[in-house]
């Protein structure tokens, strides 16, 4: 039976988790599952604020996490492109790792503030999201933004900013 792996995200709007999301689900042919898509076609006329989505986004949690500990225990390796940027949220994900007996890797990006607002302001402009957050709502977001500690016993793939774009990634536990 294949081994399963569970690769869960962390950074502010516009760090890059959704690409970085989409790439390792190419390269390991996982199943990619988006928060924000799964969101807008359950609720999207309603998600008009943070509000709106401290509502729904647990109610989508609960429903899935069933489907992804079987998904998981039936040896599919999957990518949560869901934000693990809060203790609770992460908590949520230390549940469904227990759950399923699973290996993990939370991919925690450290991208700067500005440099994730402007890439957020370009992905609004080009209209290529489901939301758009403005920058009042990314300030507001990244106040509850909280780095994953050492005592929430993850293994951690960090990637930080390079100039470049071209974020590196190391391991750690």
Sequence with gaps: MPHPQLHLFCGTIGSGKSTLAHRIAAEQRALLLSEDKWLANLYGPQMTSLADYAAFA??????????????????????????????????????????????????????????????????????????????????????????PGSDEGFVLCHHPWANSGQGAHKASS
């Design 58 to 147: 647990p109610r989508l949690k609960a429903a899935l996490f069933e489907h992804l500990v079987a998904l998981l225990k039936a040896g599919n390796t999957l990518v949560l492109d869901f934000p693990m940027n809060t203790r609770q949220s992460r908590a949520w994900a230390q549940q469904l790792i227990a759950a399923a007996n699973t290996g993990h890797q939370l991919h925690c990006l450290d991208v700067p503030e500005a440099i994730c607002l402007e890439r957020l302001l370009a992905r609004n402009r080009r209209a290529e999201h489901p939301f758009a957050p403005s920058a009042e709502q990314f300030a507001a977001v990244c106040r509850y933004f909280e780095p």
